[in-house]
């Protein structure tokens, strides 16, 4: 079921810079979280007029800690956040998105096929066998409000090959533990843990992760 055009957000004008030739795909996105999303379950019905600035944006800003035609799988996709803004605003890279919940996987799908984009969607939860045999190496695992840092961690080590890059959307507690959780995430093999502030230009939608590396071997 959709919603009336009217009851979806308008894109704002920052959305043209962050997603360029994409913005169409974007607002379409938009009008499915709107509908799908809030009948689904996926988004609260009182996200819908922030949609853009909480929700997509947020997530679209995690791009600037990706690297170039990086190989991403995105764990706990949900809605598809981070990961569908992050593809729309990073077409270098490629994709995966991970969820278990199977009502989940299904707006995945049927999102990533109104986009036409050539993204994977698998069932899983990231510490499956199953999940790293599907995606294969990865160089960057992104996460937006999954599970504390050390769970998240432990859950995508199998995905976290040598050298390759945790970024997590995180909200200010989060980052206010962080100093006392280092050592703890140290001892599980990760280095170079920092919280870095991106999405500086995008106003209110600017967002903080924490990144993280898996240590060599």
């Known amino acids: 079921m959709r919603l009336p055009d009217e009851s979806v957000p308008p894109a ?3 959305a043209r810079a962050v997603f360029g030739d994409a913005l169409p795909q974007a607002e379409r996105y938009v009008a499915r979280l709107a509908s799908d999303g809030v009948t689904r379950g996926l988004i609260g019905p009182r996200e819908v007029s922030r949609l853009w600035e909480r ?11 990706v690297p170039d035609g990086a190989r991403v799988v995105d764990v706990g996709s ?3 956040l981070p990961g569908i803004p992050l593809g729309l605003a990073r077409p270098d890279i490629s994709l995966s998105l991970v969820e278990p919940m199977a009502r989940r996987v299904e707006f995945l799908e049927e999102a990533v096929a109104e986009l036409g984009a050539p993204w994977r969607v698998v069932r899983g939860r990231a510490e499956d066998r199953s999940v790293g045999a599907a995606v294969g190496q990865v160089d960057v695992v992104t996460a937006r409000a999954v599970a504390a840092l050390p769970r998240l961690v432990a859950w995508c080590r199998g995905l976290l090959r040598p050298g390759a890059q945790l970024v997590a959307l995180v909200g200010a507690r989060a980052v206010a533990e962080l100093p006392a959780l280092v050592p703890e995430l140290e001892a599980a093999g990760m280095r170079e843990i920092r919280a870095r502030a991106v999405g500086a230009a995008l106003g209110e939608a600017a967002t903080t992760v924490v990144v993280m590396t898996r240590a060599e071997r």
């Not at 929700?55 to 800690?65: D, G, K, P, R, W």
């Open 12 to 14: 704002p004008d920052v």
């Open 55 to 65: 929700h997509v944006l947020n997530s679209a800003a995690v791009a600037e800690a």
């Open 78 to 80: 949900g809605a598809g």
